[in-house]
């Protein structure tokens, strides 16, 4: 029997649990659209943080409570900041402030060396799209769509979105979302790259869960030296990304976890890793 493992954020704005090695992450504004707030960030940076840290969580399982994904920054807040100390910072330190609140959210998640899935239930837009293209995997629900936004409220765009969505659709597409910031519908969407599947409504949070379950059951040293390659690809020539996958699979043949795969092939029965 699963037991679910509650894991306190310090706010009611996001809510965790551990369920057979996923941690599932839900964003919880739903009256907002689960749009960042000063609370909610705070809580979402340390999570990945700390699920990033904790042995026990194999893959994690981002989404939003409610219709929406994350509408991204609080729009009806920008004209009128809540914290005088911010209000007060110069020029230099608000880049600052910001370069690191980008850093410990989709930096830390992108960098995250585990899977990371993506459950849109709906509107995922400006940053909450960045948040959504820094996981690995996206599952959108057909009622789903993106849009980058920025362009609609005079801005350029934080969280890695032109780089995210550059390597996602390429230099043309990416182009034209962030200068439209058009919806983009979840078949679309499946068309351009920017999701892997699209799902009925209904099943979005079961199929996504599976999904993750069976990445948190995978050899945990493997995926994350996939990981590593997969993201060497975009930066490396192909003869150093050939030296570089060598380098990580030559170690793995003395894991446990390759020992076990082989000895389940052999006995056809499904292998148990141990992360060793």
Known sequence: MTTDITIDTGTNELLCVIRDRVAIITLNRPEARNALSDNLSPA??????????????????????GTAFCAGGDVKGMGAHRDPGKLAMSEAEKVAD?????????????GLRKPTIAALPGPAAGAGLAIALACDIRIAAQSAFV???????GLSGD???????????????????????????????????LVNRVVPDERLQEEAFALAKSLAEGPALALRSIKDNLDEALTVDFDTAR?????????????????EAVQAFIEKRKAVFKGS
């Not at 979402?44 to 939003?64: E, F, H, K, Q």
């Not at 969280?159 to 043309?172: E, K, P, S």
């Open 243 to 259: 030296d570089r996958e060598a380098e990580r699979l030559i170690p793995l043949m003395a894991s446990m976890d390759h020992k």
């Open 159 to 193: 969280y890695g979105i032109a780089w995210l969505l550059t390597q996602l659709v390429g230099t043309a597409r990416a182009r034209e979302l962030m200068f439209t910031g058009e919806k983009v519908d979840a078949d679309r969407c499946a068309q351009l790259g």
């Open 44 to 65: 979402l940076r340390r999570m990945i943080r700390s699920c990033g840290d904790n042995p026990d969580v194999g893959a994690v399982l981002l989404t939003g409570a």
């Open 98 to 110: 910001l370069k690191e609140r980008q850093r410990l959210l989709t930096g830390a998640l992108h």
């Open 147 to 153: 849009a980058t936004g920025y362009v609609r409220i």
